[in-house]
């Protein structure tokens, strides 16, 4: 089935461990993104690639790390967790033309606690 | 600042209609979109509006009025299913989405 897998599903971290998120998609897009989600609060931006080789940084990029070494893969580390870092995370791609109309498919998010 | 407003939560009946606004004021305005979120699930595209007016989709409908910074999503013939988060988001000048925080839409039979 097409589109994005992310892993793991759920974490549970102590603080101060490195962890990385792994995102992977089957569709060809060109942009990918990492968002997190908290209660409350709109999805918000942490980092972005608009094509393999490029990446950039989103709204709360602090504490996180991408990397987009080909087209399928976007994983987003998280270099020494802190409790604040605790969210639902959402990797998206779109097949993004620089054009208002950017559809995001989403995969189905990875739950991180920080303890 | 950039800034979306959405109701947080909202109640209606199985088989009414609901209108979930939004109102936004952004820098820059590239489109305007909506998106379905279950309880634990991904965020999946409902509809996209650039130009003022009414988008219909099935069950669906989507209005946009750019000079009033506003959009509302109606849901005809409400079914059970439809309980879920709904998202506005806005993509401004430099093509970036801003969110709304979602509306929780609560569905009784």
């Known amino acids: 089935i097409a589109g994005i897998t992310q892993a793991p599903t759920s974490q549970i971290l102590a603080a101060g461990r490195r962890m990385t998120l792994r995102c992977t998609q089957d569709?060809?897009?060109?942009?990918m993104y990492w968002y997190r989600q908290d209660l409350g609060l709109g999805l918000r931006l942490i980092h972005y690639?608009?094509?393999?080789?490029?990446?950039g940084k989103g709204e709360v990029p602090d504490g996180y790390s991408v990397s987009r070494a080909n087209t399928d893969d976007f994983p987003l580390t998280l270099a020494s967790a802190v409790p604040s870092q605790t969210s639902v995370y959402f990797c998206?791609?779109?097949?993004?033309?620089?054009?208002?109309?950017?559809?995001?498919?989403f995969g189905a998010g990875s739950r991180l606690t920080v303890l | 600042g950039q800034n979306i407003d959405q109701p947080t939560e909202m109640t209606a009946t199985e088989g009414a209609i609901v209108q979930i606004n939004c109102t936004y004021q952004?820098?820059?305005?590239?489109?305007l979109f909506w998106y379905q979120q279950h309880a634990g699930e991904a965020p999946t595209f409902l509809s996209y509006?650039?130009l003022d007016g009414l988008e219909e989709k099935g069950r669906f409908s989507s209005f946009l009025s750019r000079s009033k910074g506003y959009s509302y999503l109606l849901l005809k013939e409400l079914q059970m299913k439809d309980s879920a988060s709904y998202l506005c988001?806005?993509?401004?000048?430099?093509?970036?989405?801003?969110w709304g925080a979602g509306t929780k839409l609560i569905i009784k039979p």
């Open positions: 998206a791609s779109s097949d993004s033309k620089g054009t208002g109309a950017n559809v995001l498919t």
């Open positions: 569709m060809r897009h060109n942009a």
């Open positions: 690639s608009n094509t393999a080789g490029t990446t």
């Open positions: 952004t820098s820059g305005f590239n489109g």
């Open positions: 509006n650039v």
């Open positions: 988001a806005v993509s401004d000048s430099n093509y970036q989405l801003i």
